[in-house]
């Protein structure tokens, strides 16, 4: 089995180096896994590209209009070969040292999908030193979203938008995607539960960076967009083919729908049509 590890990386030259020798420190072998890593720079206009480059055992893809970060990672998904695919940020917010808790499960076949869950109770998510009051709003922010999410999905999560995302590379078979930005956070999360994936939230360590500290969510820009790939993919039909991987054959779509508990009541009713 492999595992893909998408890598947005836009301006993150002060980071992207020890990211990637933590990433490739992490010892997958142990849970026999083989390892690629993707990294979609698109327009950044420091070293971020070359200095992924230079690295080994890394496939950089470099775009030359910038888009966001969710057409980055639509990107490295549709070149990731993996089983598995995780998202990693460019930046050391997250730990890697998290791989093996978001793996695991999915590894035993417990689940398809487990998000690393920031929120900790009876501690607060952001901290940011310099500026306490940012990061009190941010913090209100996000129970606020995380709120609306759970009423629109009639989900119980508590960090539903968290950019460390694990899941099985079938989930995203015959399903479209279309955000550019951080809404792709949103997206995949509601695509994801709406076909039926119930994922699972482990807690992992968070050391969130500052907006003078690289950060690229807009304040004014970003929040109205989440809220609009809420509502958007809360009621939007779920192609079936989708531009991220080929079309299912018959056999695969009868495989992932097993998998979803969807098969029996299907053929019950082709059954009753034929
Ligand atoms: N390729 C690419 N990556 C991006 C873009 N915007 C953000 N990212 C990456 O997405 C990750 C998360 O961005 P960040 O600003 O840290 O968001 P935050 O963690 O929500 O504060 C980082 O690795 C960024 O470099 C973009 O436009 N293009
Ligand atoms: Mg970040």
Redesign the pocket.
């Known amino acids: 089995m492999k595992l893909s590890i998408i890598?947005?990386?836009?301006?993150?030259e002060r980071t992207i180096v020890a990211l990637l020798d933590a990433v490739r420190a992490v010892d997958l072998g142990r849970l026999g896994l083989e390892r690629e890593v993707v990294v979609?720079?698109?327009g950044s206009t420091d070293a971020t590209a070359s200095l992924a480059r230079a690295q080994p055992g890394v496939a950089v893809h470099e775009l030359g209009v910038?888009?966001?970060?969710g057409a980055?990672v639509r990107h490295g998904i549709r070149h990731a070969t993996g089983d598995l695919i995780l998202i990693q940020?460019?930046?050391l917010?997250y730990s890697v040292g998290d791989y093996p808790k978001l793996i695991h499960p999915i590894r035993r076949g417990d689940v398809d999908f487990t998000l690393g869950c920031r929120h900790v109770p009876g501690q607060r998510m952001r901290v940011m030193d310099e500026m306490r009051n940012v990061a009190r709003i941010v913090n209100m922010a996000h129970w606020v979203f995380t709120w609306f999410f759970n009423v629109t999905y009639r989900t119980r999560l508590r960090d539903p938008f968290t950019?460390f995302k694990v899941f099985r590379t079938e989930c995203l078979e015959g399903v479209t995607f279309v955000s550019d930005r951080?809404d792709f956070d949103w997206e995949l999360t509601a695509k994801l539960v709406r076909l039926g994936y119930r994922p699972i939230e482990i807690p992992v360590e968070y050391d969130a960076?500052s907006f003078h500290g690289?950060?690229?969510?807009r304040f004014f820009r970003d929040p109205p967009t989440w809220i609009a790939a809420c509502l958007r993919f809360r009621f939007c039909a779920l192609p079936r083919q989708g531009d991220l991987l080929a079309p299912q054959s018959a056999e695969r779509r009868d495989q992932i729908a097993r998998r979803r508990g969807e098969l029996v009541s299907d053929r019950h009713s082709d059954a009753m049509e034929g």
Do not use: Q
């Open positions: 890598v947005p990386a836009f301006n993150e979609v720079s698109d910038n888009r966001g970060k980055a940020d460019a930046d917010e950019m951080f960076r690289g950060k690229k969510v």
